[in-house]
């Protein structure tokens, strides 16, 4: 296995930014600023009425329009392939696709003239967590590498360079997994200070490396299966960053990183750290976490929200 440590590119992405807050006024998220809350909340529910009108799966919508925002899309294309991956009939994507377009336009135009300025603040935003990473970014992706993987491990695990799109706060600490990128809110200060942004930024760069192996295996893979996956990460990530000392003991933090990461306490926390400590490292991480999403499956526990939903996003 590789233990390379992925080279971040750091890009402050306004468009981004106004693409989140439509995706989190569409989810029913209460946005920190009141102002451009009530400025989209109209139009973002007129897109998800029409989407569900429709009967298409306004979930996917919303990740592959912001997905499309991040890689610099336009609004009229980022629409059109959000319609498409929301199961929407080609004959109808050109007609819905400019009504949609029309909201989405009016959504961003809002947010750009509420920060016309968001483009040179993004970039000072980003500083504090950029230095922090640079100081301990490559020292948390190697150990979390080596806490997944003690047998079988893949060639490559994390890839050569991940974009981190920096984008506004908007829901007080998030951040997300796109294409092969991920996204984070520019938070000037720890929302707790015992798991710092950095090692939320760390998790975000564990969830991309799960899911473009998931991807890799060619097979279909259930959400059910990706939640265990995503919850696995978050112990495997809290270890790596006990062990530099970046947090406290994983049982003194996993509790609130749970509730910062996933929205809120799936299982309880002590459980998930004996699952973790007790998993059989004999086997390959793929048998191991396949244990945990058969336990959940068993439980009928309430699987965890995606990661491009964590952080404060709660559905």
């Known amino acids: 296995m590789s233990l390379r440590a992925p080279r971040l590119n750091w890009i402050g992405n306004v468009a981004l930014s106004a693409a989140r807050a439509a995706v989190a006024v569409a989810r ?3 946005l920190v600023e009141p102002q451009l809350e009530d400025g989209i909340v109209n139009k973002v529910k007129q897109v998800n009425t029409r989407l569900i009108t429709d009967e298409l799966d306004v979930a996917r919508f919303w990740q592959s329009y912001q997905s499309a925002i991040a890689g610099d899309a336009v609004i009229a294309e980022a629409v059109t392939s959000g319609l498409r ?34 483009d040179g603040q993004l970039e000072l935003r980003m500083r504090p967590l950029k230095d922090r990473w640079d100081t301990v970014g490559a020292g948390l992706m190697l150990s979390a590498a080596k806490q997944a993987w003690t047998i079988d491990a893949p060639e490559a695990w994390y890839p050569r360079r991940l974009t981190t799109h ?9 951040g997300g997994v796109l294409d092969e990128a991920i996204w984070i809110e520019a938070m000037l200060t720890d929302v707790d200070p015992s798991v710092p942004e950095v090692v ?13 192996y998931l991807v890799a295996t060619g097979r279909s893979i259930s959400e059910e299966i990706r939640d265990a996956w995503r919850l696995a990460a978050v112990p495997m990530t809290l270890e790596a960053s006990a062990d530099l000392e970046v947090t406290p003991p994983t049982i003194d933090c996993i509790g609130t990183a749970m509730d910062l990461w996933l929205g809120g306490l799936v299982v309880e ?7 973790w ?9 793929p048998v191991v976490i396949g244990a945990l999403h058969k336990y959940l499956h068993e439980q009928n526990v309430f699987t965890p929200r995606s990661s491009e939903d964590q952080g404060k996003e709660k559905e």
């Open 269 to 275: 926390p002590s459980w998930l750290l004996d699952w």
């Open 85 to 118: 991956s929301a199961g929407c009939v080609e004959l109808q994507i050109d007609s819905m696709a400019a009504a949609l377009s029309r909201l989405l336009r009016e959504v961003h135009q809002v947010h750009h003239g509420m920060y016309p300025k968001l």
């Open 166 to 174: 920096i984008v506004k706060p908007l829901v007080g600490g998030g």
């Open 28 to 30: 029913g998220v209460t």
């Open 200 to 212: 939320r930024l760390a998790y975000l760069v564990v969830l991309d490396a799960m899911e473009r």
């Open 277 to 285: 400590a007790g998993r059989d490292q004999a086997k390959p991480l």
